[in-house]
């Protein structure tokens, strides 16, 4: 069983950064893709970014060019590097292991002046 726990969410000015963070707990992290997805309010959970276990990733349009997914596979940690953020942005973030299904409690990002 996987646990994974998000952190690095805030209240961020239009135009800045943030870093959110996914911390897991399990021996299989290394092997398996993680995700990135979004939930705004009102609104489905959306997919906002993938990386496989050996470095590939994939990006919604949204936030392509804009937000950066690495991994760090001796930390057992997933990031979410975003920059250039919008009021659209705005939502719970959640991160997600593939290889078991399992989700995180999400973290919550406000992009507002």
């Known amino acids: 069983q996987v646990q994974l726990v998000e952190s690095g969410g805030g209240l961020v000015q239009p135009g800045g950064s943030l870093r959110l963070s996914c911390a897991a707990s399990g021996s299989i992290f290394s092997r398996n893709p993680m995700g990135w997805y979004r939930q705004a309010p009102r609104k489905q959970r959306e997919f906002v970014a993938v990386i496989t276990n050996d470095g590939i990733t994939n990006y919604a349009n949204s936030v392509k060019g804009r937000f950066t997914i690495s991994r760090d596979n001796a930390k057992n940690t997933v990031y979410l590097q975003m920059n250039s953020l919008k009021p659209e942005d705005t939502a719970v973030y959640y991160c997600?292991?593939?290889?078991?299904?399992?989700w995180g409690q999400g973290t919550q990002v406000t992009v507002s002046s």
């Open positions: 997600s292991h593939y290889g078991t299904g399992a």
